[in-house]
């Protein structure tokens, strides 16, 4: 069973910064990650696509978060990272991380969603 596990959220103030972390882990066993995103959820709202990353160098944003945020991974250590910066209110949400994986030694690539953290953007 592969897990992805977000932290980094919290409150902060409108023109602030907060980084978001989600690691992903599959007891023990080696993963190979195809894709990762992070996706964010209003209250009464749809969730949306904030940003995708497949390569080192292939990344993609919403344009409402263009030039304020930046979605990076780290291979090594199976981690995507968002860095928000110049937070706006309407930024709120709860960001979820999302995966495509594929255990080592099956052949079956698998979408995983992860419990969601909460971000608060308020003066």
């Known amino acids: 069973q592969v897990q992805l596990v977000e932290s980094g959220g919290g409150e902060v103030q409108p023109g602030g910064p907060l980084r978001l972390s989600c690691a992903a882990s599959?007891?023990?066993?080696?993963?190979?990650?195809?894709?990762m995103a992070w996706y964010r959820q209003a209250p009464g709202k749809q969730r949306e696509l904030v940003a995708t990353?497949?390569?080192?160098?292939?990344?993609n944003y919403a344009d409402s978060v263009k030039g304020r945020f930046t979605i990076s991974r780290d291979n090594a250590k199976n981690t995507v990272h968002l860095q928000m910066n110049s937070l706006k209110p309407e930024d709120t949400a709860v960001y979820y991380c999302?995966?495509?994986?594929?255990?080592?030694?099956?052949?079956?690539?698998?979408?995983?969603w992860g419990q969601g953290t909460q971000v608060t953007v308020s003066s």
């Open positions: 999302n995966a495509n994986v594929l255990v080592v030694g099956s052949t079956t690539l698998w979408n995983y």
């Open positions: 599959a007891s023990g066993r080696n993963i190979d990650i195809y894709h």
């Open positions: 990353v497949r390569g080192a160098d292939s990344a």
